[in-house]
């Protein structure tokens, strides 16, 4: 029995030739222009019974940003008999991106004539398609109706007329050109994603994603938005991840690195990380109506650092430096806080009475790693006092339990989170401290295909700040790529949930 083939098929001869040379041993196949002629090709397909396909070829673009020789990879299509998602292609466009190619991620709606006309682009347009072209609906569906459902799909095009410049103009002509050498680097890519297909295992960390104070933190802004005039303005990333300041930023937030950047008597969110003493004093001396949205976690560690400086202890905060909420804890008593990062500045540190020493925690610290820190301290200092409960919190202590839970079985563990997230980079080396190769990836697009490319079981999770929905994304790109099994391993349940501050509440 012959293998089932990865396919690629194009409409135009032009591009069938430009991919033919980029691709080797993999058949590329005309199916002609037009879903009239993609029917009468339909038969085709049949025969050649493909195990991966790949639709490439050029496109127009709708969305105004989009310029000539831009790369579309489809998360749907449709047309006017429906609309299929696709969720596959996540790795290849972190390979395109690699490659150097501008690559944008949308709807492309087919039609079943070329579309020249400025209003009837920005007719479609409106209805949230990026890009269009004339066979990929026709394709997907036949093959969505017909094939094996776990059949990898993508859907690749490359734009040549844009919003403002539509087809049959001059400027099309090099524009044509350029798309089609576009078009040939994304052969070796292809190749690659194609050859990601098959079934897999993944093994789900539980508990992972939001905490309790992400949760709070997200919906004051929320309630805030609904509340108050706008701009309603946010001191620093309300959490440390891109996708949650990018939605909010949608609802109507405005995220600033510093009071000053917020006029005078308008409302300002503090973030989840904390502030310092003088920014709370700069607010009110500037008659800001603060909202704050401070983890309960993070604050008690602000009130344990108090307290032992109000007796006379140096401080010592184990933390690491720049990060927001050490930023705000060291504000509390400048000068009296000192930072120790690691267990070697541990060893080294020096105050001025041994035995008035206190240490605290930032709330996101890797467990080991902190216990290293700490017992140097204490070695070191064999009075020194701490908080009688944990600062690390129980978000961050529960989710590094949990990628522990898995990362000795899998190949490969994927780490949903931003690179600004502490706990996430936290889940990063608790994994690869257990000899597992470990990656973070704001969402499925930064997944690279070499990571996928020998494992067979995934293991996947998310730091505390990365919505749930990010998660599920990964696990729809690995089943759309082949059939899963999913485990979930729970270590903890979680039920926690903090009351909201004052200006939000009630
Ligand atoms: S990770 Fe911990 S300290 Fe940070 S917001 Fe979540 S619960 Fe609070």
Redesign the pocket.
């Known amino acids: 029995m012959t293998e089932r083939p990865f396919l690629v098929i194009t409409a135009l001869r032009s591009e069938q030739f430009a991919l033919a040379g980029a691709l080797s041993g993999v058949p590329v196949e005309r199916c002609g222009m037009g879903p009239a002629k993609v029917r009468q090709w339909l038969p085709r397909l049949a025969e050649i019974n493909p195990a991966v396909v790949a639709v490439v070829g050029v496109a127009g673009g709708l969305d105004p940003s989009l310029r000539a020789g831009d790369v579309v990879v489809a998360t749907e299509v449709r047309d006017d008999k429906g609309r299929r998602v696709l969720r596959s292609a996540a790795p290849l466009v972190a390979e395109l991106r690699r490659q150097g190619l501008t690559v944008r991620t949308g709807p492309i709606v087919s039609t079943d004539h070329i579309v020249g006309g400025v209003d009837e682009r920005q007719r479609l347009a409106a209805t949230g398609a990026i890009a269009v072209d004339m066979e990929s609906a026709e394709i997907v569906r036949a093959l969505s109706d017909t094939a094996d459902p776990s059949l990898p799909i993508a859907v690749v095009r490359v734009v040549v007329d844009t919003a403002y410049t539509p087809i049959a103009r001059l400027r099309t002509l090099p524009a044509g050109a350029k798309a089609l050498m576009v078009l040939r680097r994304t052969g070796p890519a292809l190749q690659k994603w194609a050859a990601l297909a098959g079934p897999r295992r993944v093994l789900l960390a539980g508990p992972r994603s939001f905490?309790?104070?992400?949760e709070r933190?997200i919906d004051i802004v929320e309630l805030a938005l609904q509340r108050y005039s706008r701009p309603l303005y946010v001191r620093r990333q309300i959490?440390h991840n891109a996708h949650v300041v990018r939605d909010l930023e949608k609802q109507g937030a405005v995220f600033v690195d510093e009071l000053d950047e917020v006029p005078d008597g308008t409302t300002v969110v503090f973030s989840?990380?904390g502030v310092s003493p003088a920014v709370r004093v700069e607010a009110e001396r500037r008659r800001l109506n603060v909202i704050d949205a401070t983890?309960?976690?993070?604050a008690k560690v602000h009130s344990e650092a108090k307290r032992f400086i109000a007796r006379g202890d140096t401080v010592l905060l184990v933390g690491h430096d720049g990060h927001d909420?050490v930023e705000g804890t060291l504000g509390e008593a400048p000068g009296q806080i000192r930072l120790v990062q690691d267990r070697a500045e541990a060893e080294a540190i020096s105050v001025d009475d041994p035995d008035k020493v206190a240490f605290v925690l930032q709330?996101?610290l890797a467990v080991d790693d902190a216990a290293q820190t700490v017992d140097a301290l204490r070695r070191r200092f064999p009075l020194i006092e701490s908080s009688p409960t944990d600062d690390i919190?129980?978000?961050?202590t529960n989710r590094q339990k949990a990628v522990s839970a898995i990362a000795q079985d899998a190949d490969v563990v994927l780490v949903v989170g931003s690179p600004n997230s502490s706990?996430s980079l936290r889940l990063v080396e608790v994994a690869e401290r257990l000899g597992t190769r470990a990656h973070l990836v704001d969402d499925a697009s930064g997944v690279l295909p070499e990571w996928l490319a020998d494992a067979k079981t995934i293991g996947i999770t998310a730091g505390?700040?990365a919505p749930p929905h990010l998660v599920d994304e990964v696990i729809g790109m690995l089943s759309a790529l082949g059939p899963v099994e999913v485990d979930e391993r729970v270590v903890a349940e979680e039920d926690l949930k903090f009351t909201l501050p004052k200006g939000v509440a009630g």
């Open positions: 905490c309790a104070g992400v933190a959490v989840a990380h983890c309960p976690l993070v909420e709330t996101t919190c129980y978000a961050t706990n505390a700040s």
